[in-house]
């Protein structure tokens, strides 16, 4: 059986989220590389939902490398602010908003909610086009619950981890080691969808 030795573009230059899905692919035999390589413009975000932005990214990224293409759209749901911030979660404190400001943002706007109304999951979207006009993309999806906290705990992951508690672990995403975190997370478990498609192939 020939080896495989495919390159896939991941639409993003995050080097934190390319080594999670370097390391959840494993010893497949497929090479993720970051967008940047092929000095891939951003894509538009203008869709509505995860799965729209996620194809969104994914074509983009085919077009402008010519490979195949994984692109990942996620975010946090917070039922108490009506599922916000949503698919602006990247951008919640604004255009320019940093991983702090996010979760100043979110502490502010969750300031007097009860525990018991603090509910709230990840969601992760990962789409898998084969080229740029693929009718049929794979889509991969992810869900993982938890509570917001009231202050920030770990320094682990980035984005909303040290606001994220994990009641399995009874502690924060940030305090979970990255090997853990990608066994319970939306991301991980999305991946290991598209892993499982890919090393079938």
Known sequence: MQAKNKQIVLASGNPKKINELQNLLGDSGYQILPQSDFNTPEAIEDGLSFVENAI????NACLHS???AIAD???LEVDALQGKPGIYSARYAGDNATDASNNEKLLADMAGV???QRSARFQCVLVYMRHAQDPTPLICQGSWEGRILTAPQG?????YDPLFWVPSQQCSSAQ???ELKNSLSHRGLAMRQLSHYLTSL
């Open 56 to 59: 969104i990214k994914a074509r």
């Open 176 to 178: 979970l080691s990255p």
């Open 73 to 75: 759209d996620s975010g």
């Open 155 to 159: 320094d682990n992951g980035f984005g």
């Open 66 to 68: 010519g490979l195949p």
């Open 114 to 116: 009860e525990e018991a």
